[in-house]
């Protein structure tokens, strides 16, 4: 999924730290998951704890790293014949779909030029729309388990940026329509890895969810920057709550005053991580960030000793590879992404 800071690209090298420093662990939390990226690589090898204060993200999380498969959909098949809704809602002509009164149609009042915005096109709002209110309509009527409905719903959530108007984030939507707006909006069919073990998704705070778990690794990736997540992610984050929200301005903003994160701010972001390793009982601590973000990495570097076994500390640079262009790759070049390790007495 596009999504700032998704580490879909580091896989490799933080396995490569994890392998180094943490062999026989057997737990690993991802404590701001996001994408979730990171925790579905590490399923296939730990037990998995996941979190993000995005409730979309929370969505992707229980769909795939919490639930121990593939959903079956079996009440789903006896009550009405439908054994693949994913092929379902996919295979489904838009026409059809025009059975759905207008006023459940918050997308295309909304986020499509029929409500004067145009993140997605009028027909792709409309099978957004027509699949998240038959997946509220099944979850009502008892057809689908809890794996099953957030599995649904995140199929939805991970199909929207294929076909979403924007330059990378929700910030703004395009005023001319990209390609991709163009092409049919089908929801995502997700892998789901089983490794036999009890894994749990939450959707809360980072630091006050460490005050009540605890295990081996844990894998910190906070926002690096003041760019707040919910704001350039909002139009994710109401197809997974489909909650009808009151927007605001050109750009559709939803409310988020309880989605901000101290880790975007100069002033509190150092607070910030010091509190959350205080808290953490884990003894295996890694974290992500990079040479250009809000703490400077002799800030990092001072509060992990402070928590941690000081000569255990060790950090990697890893070439900065979001940028494809040449032209933003020089400009980028001295930017390094950053893995620090440290170990903790527990
Ligand atoms: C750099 S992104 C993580 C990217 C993720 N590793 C991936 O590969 O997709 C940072 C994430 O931290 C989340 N976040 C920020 N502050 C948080 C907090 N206090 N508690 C939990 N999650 C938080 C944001 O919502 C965002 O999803």
């Given at each position: 999924?596009?999504?700032?800071?998704?580490?879909?690209?580091?896989?490799?090298n933080i396995k490569e730290v994890v392998d180094r420093h943490a062999a026989g662990s057997r737990s690993f939390c991802d404590i701001f998951s996001g994408t979730a990226s990171v925790a579905r690589f590490f399923k296939q090898w730990y037990a998995v704890y996941s979190n993000d204060l995005l409730y979309f993200s929370y969505?992707?999380?229980?769909?795939?790293?919490?639930?121990?498969?593939?959903?079956?959909?079996?009440?789903?098949?006896a009550a009405l014949g439908i054994r693949d809704p994913i092929a379902y809602f996919n295979e489904m002509d838009t026409q059809r779909m025009e059975s759905l009164p207008v006023a459940k149609r918050f997308f295309q009042n909304n986020y499509a030029p029929a409500g004067g915005r145009m993140y997605v096109t009028d027909s792709n709002a409309l099978r957004i729309d027509f699949a998240r209110n038959t997946i509220e309509a099944w979850n009502r009527e008892g057809l689908l388990s809890p794996d099953a409905y957030y599995y649904l719903v995140a199929s939805v959530v991970e199909g929207i940026p294929f076909v979403s108007n924007i330059a990378g984030t929700y910030g703004a939507f395009s005023k001319t329509w990209d390609r991709r707006a163009?092409?049919?909006?089908?929801?995502?069919?997700?892998?789901?890895?089983?490794?036999?073990f009890e894994n749990k998704s939450y959707n809360e705070d980072g630091t006050a969810l460490l005050?009540?778990?605890?295990?081996?690794i844990l894998y910190i990736d906070p926002p690096y920057n003041e760019r707040q997540y919910l704001p350039n992610f909002h139009v994710l984050e109401t197809a997974a709550r489909y909650d009808f929200p009151v927007l605001r301005g050109k750009t559709g903003q939803r409310p988020y005053a309880q989605q901000r994160s101290a880790f975007c701010s100069e002033k509190t972001a150092g607070k910030a991580f010091d509190a959350l390793l205080g808290s953490a009982r884990f003894r295996h601590i890694i974290?992500?960030?990079?040479?250009?973000?809000?703490?400077?990495?002799?800030?990092?570097?001072?509060?992990?000793?402070?928590?941690?076994?000081?000569?255990?500390?060790?950090?990697?640079?890893i070439p900065y590879r979001r940028f494809k262009s040449k032209s933003v790759a020089t400009r980028t070049e001295d930017l390094k992404?950053?893995?620090?390790?440290?170990?903790?007495?527990v």
């Open positions: 999924m596009r999504f700032i800071g998704n580490k879909t690209q580091l896989l490799g969505c992707l999380q229980r769909a795939t790293i919490e639930a121990p498969a593939k959903p079956t959909f079996d009440r789903l098949a163009g092409k049919l909006f089908t929801l995502i069919d997700l892998p789901v890895v089983s490794n036999g005050q009540r778990i605890s295990g081996d974290l992500s960030y990079n040479t250009d973000g809000i703490m400077t990495l002799d800030e990092i570097e001072a509060i992990m000793k402070k928590h941690g076994i000081a000569s255990s500390f060790e950090v990697s640079f992404e950053l893995l620090v390790y440290i170990r903790k007495e």
